[in-house]
């Protein structure tokens, strides 16, 4: 299992340009880059960054190559203030980043936001999507919640870092289904946890906009979509996986028990397992 640290270190890192700012955004890369099938590039959600896949990554970069994106305004990417970290924008960076690294198809995971990142990729480039999976991801009207708005207010910059701390090991802590590993704890904690690092939170919480996943036309989804859901979720409730399964023309329901929102941290073992099966096209 790889420290946050460790994660952090065996990133790369490039510069993209979205809506006329040059953004650096940080990476994780593994697998094969000789794999026949299209990569796998994983996009977080909000308060986490691309350490969220800890787990996962290594055992789907056992036959493909794997990226972890941190979006921008996250992990271990640009922070500095004056640009927008809305999802429409990430899907901005998402696609920037794959023209970087010259990727022309892909396989698409998303949690939380990233999921919502995902939604609009794959509706609106649907010849680079050939496989789509959403884990208790934002869509149509199911977010903001209370805890991500909360941190968008302009008083949340002003706390003390202890402060601070203490909502985000709430959330962590609170947030596992049974005991919290520590170090997944403090690896989601550790980007927000700098000056530049408090404030980038607040501007990301700020950024969340309910319009843009209302405008999706979910229909124009046609890649093979697997909800691969946390059962027992009650920030992102496993109904709204149950009404994308009914206007995604190709989605089938994988749900999970035993696992809230943070689900491949809950249940990583039998998370990584059925995505493997998925891509491979072993489970429909």
């Known amino acids: 299992m790889v ?35 299209p990569p796998v590039v994983f996009v977080h959600g909000i308060p986490t960054w691309s350490y969220l896949w800890r787990d996962v990554v290594p055992p789907v970069a056992e036959d493909r190559r794997t990226i972890a994106l941190d979006m921008a305004g996250y992990g271990n990417s640009a922070m500095y203030d004056g640009f927008d970290r809305s999802i429409r924008a990430q899907e901005g960076v998402l696609e920037a980043l794959l ?10 995971v ?6 919502g990142v995902a ?24 977010w903001p919640v209370e805890f991500v708005s909360n941190l968008g207010l302009p008083s949340t910059a002003d706390i003390d870092r202890e402060e601070l701390e203490g909502r985000l090991e709430a959330a962590f ?4 289904y ?5 170090e997944f704890v403090g690896g989601m904690k550790a980007p927000w946890l700098t000056d530049d ?31 691969l859901w946390g059962e027992d979720d009650v920030m992102q409730p496993y109904g709204y996986a149950e009404r ?31 995505l493997r099966a998925f891509l491979s096209g072993a489970q429909r």
């Open 3 to 37: 420290d946050h640290e460790t994660w952090s270190d065996e990133q790369s890192a490039t510069t993209v340009s979205v809506d006329g700012h040059d953004l650096e955004i940080a990476y994780h890369e593994a697998g094969p880059a000789d794999a026949d099938e």
């Open 99 to 108: 023209d970087d690294l010259g990727i022309e198809e892909i396989a698409l």
């Open 110 to 115: 998303g949690h939380d936001i990233g999921g």
């Open 119 to 142: 939604l609009r990729f794959a509706a609106h480039n649907p010849d680079v999507v050939d496989r789509l999976v959403l884990s208790n991801a934002v869509c149509y009207d199911s």
């Open 173 to 176: 802590v609170e947030g596992a």
């Open 178 to 182: 049974g005991e919290a590993d520590p």
């Open 197 to 227: 690092g408090h404030l980038s939170l607040v501007r990301n919480a700020v950024a969340t906009n309910t319009n843009h996943t209302i405008e999706i036309d979910y229909g124009a989804i046609d890649a093979e979509t697997l909800l």
């Open 244 to 274: 994308l399964a009914d206007d995604v023309a190709d989605a089938e329901l994988a749900p999970l028990s035993e696992a809230y929102h943070w689900v491949p941290e809950d249940r990583s073992d039998a998370y990584a397992e059925r």
